[in-house]
């Protein structure tokens, strides 16, 4: 297999995106690095500069993969159901989202930096990935809820979930800042907010 064969670029590829998902699941954008990923791939640290030039590409990677997989999810609620209420489509999404609570975090946490610092070529890959995951849902609107507003749903729900996760998930640290501050607070799944937003929007239908 020739070193540039398109095969071996894509797994290098997906193995230093999945180094970069295990390091991120214990430590913080701001500590994990480029020495660090190397650390735990198979080619070591100069190597993934034939693939990516900054640490900040990685992570956009590694959403853009997460969007791919989740806009696949919807698009397959909109090919395997012919109708669906809204409840029913309230519980998809909230699955859905709930089992990429990764994409969440990373939506959340440092979106900005990771398309700041990133070529543009990357970057329309990654926005190609979001692109996909908003026509997806549209998908589903039309064909499921005809009568719905889909762009203003659009316009609501996609902002709503990049704060989704600060609220449902916290350290014991900042929970106990929250206490100390006297704060009245009720932390809430992913699923139970995304699940409320969804069918405010759609008007309660159930």
Known sequence: MSVTSPELIETRRDEIINACEKLYRTMSFKDITIREIGNITTFGRTSIYNYFQTKEEIFLALMQREYEEWAAEVSSAADENESMTAGGFAD??????????????????????????????????????????????????????????????????????????????????????????????????????????????????A
Request: aromatic content about 14%.
């Open 92 to 205: 998809i999404i909230a699955n859905s989202l709930e089992r990429h609570s990764q994409l969440l975090k990373l939506l959340a946490m440092n979106h900005y930096d990771m398309e700041e610092h990133s070529r543009p070529e990357r970057l329309t890959e990654f926005k190609t990935a979001y692109g996909a995951s908003l026509d997806a849902v549209r998908k589903c609107l039309k064909k499921f809820f005809p009568g719905t507003d889909t762009e203003r749903f659009i316009f609501v729900f996609f902002p709503f979930v990049f704060g989704v996760y600060p609220y449902a998930v916290a350290t014991e640290k900042q929970l106990c800042a929250m206490r100390e501050a006297k704060i009245d607070f009720k932390m809430h799944s992913i699923y139970e907010m995304i699940y409320s937003c969804i069918m405010q929007l759609l008007g309660g239908k």
